[in-house]
């Protein structure tokens, strides 16, 4: 069994990382949605994309390897990295979207929870999450 290391940082520290991990391989309209009032299995998302599947590759590359030096947690899973279209990054606490432009601008998840709160980065030095 793998043990567990509870970090010094909360999870929305990490969020915060890892948004600017996408901010630093060029990340398009970074947000996140507070989806924990009403989704059971995740509390934030944090939605990005890039021009092509080799940049969206680079992002979640990086995100990983951000958190991970930082001595973040490990993704319970990942998804979609097969193709580099939209690849989802699972923290448990929170999930990382990222979208190839074509496919963020067909699955609009913005406006699918867009009646919930939305943030965007850069993080302005009043944005808080909860």
Avoid at 36 to 61: C, W, Y
Wanted: aromatic residues 12%; charged residues 30%; proline residues 4%.
């Amino acid at each position: 069994m793998p043990v567990t290391v509870l970090s010094k940082l909360e999870s929305t520290d990490w969020i915060f990382l890892a948004a600017e991990a996408i901010e630093g391989k060029s990340g398009i309209d970074t947000i996140f949605v507070d989806v924990g009032d009403v989704f059971a299995l995740t509390e934030f998302f944090l939605i990005t994309s890039g021009r092509t599947s080799r940049q969206v590759k680079a992002i979640v590359e990086e995100v990983e390897d951000v958190i991970k030096a930082n001595g973040g947690p490990s993704p319970h899973r990942i998804e979609g990295n097969d193709e580099f279209k939209w690849v989802l990054i699972d923290y448990g606490e929170f999930l990382v979207h990222v979208f190839d432009s074509n496919e963020r601008a067909y699955y609009q998840l913005e406006r699918l929870w867009s009646d919930r709160p939305l943030g965007s980065f850069p993080r302005n030095e009043g944005a808080e999450l909860r």
